[in-house]
Nanobody, 117 residues
Framework: QVQLEESGGGLVQPGGSLRLSCTVS????????MAWYRQAPGKQRELVASMTSGDRINYADSVKGRFTIFRDDALNTVNLHMNNLQLEDTAVYLCNAGIPGGEGTYWGQGTQVTVSS
């Protein structure tokens, strides 16, 4: 059973930074397609950043140059460094794990990120 647990959300002022972490149990992140999504109130869930098991990385246009996704194989985590946060980045951020070959997808509970002055 794959389980995901996000941490690191909080309240930050515009221009500030946060680091989110997704701790994975039940599977090595090295062999898993990982992604961060976010969902703001009244909006659809959107992909923020992804990293495949083959190290292919993709970012939403709205976060390019500000967010960085990276994997820590030793801790079995996938992290999201978020810099220069803006009001529109406010959302619940969710970690997603996809098993290559379509053998399953898993979600964490999410962590709240609020950008406010």
């Amino acid at each position: 059973q794959v389980q995901l647990e996000e941490s690191g959300g909080g309240l930050v002022q515009p221009g500030g930074s946060l680091r989110l972490s997704c701790t994975v149990s039940g599977r090595f992140v090295t062999f898993t397609n990982m992604a961060w999504y976010r969902q703001a109130p009244g909006k659809q869930r959107e992909l923020v950043a992804s990293m495949t098991s083959g190290d292919r990385i993709n970012y939403a246009d709205s976060v390019k140059g500000r967010f960085t996704i990276f994997r820590d194989d030793a801790l079995n985590t996938v992290n999201l460094h978020m810099n220069n946060l803006q009001l529109e980045d406010t959302a619940v951020y969710l970690c997603n794990a996809g098993i290559p070959g379509g053998e399953g997808t898993y979600w964490g509970q999410g962590t709240q990120v609020t950008v406010s002055s």
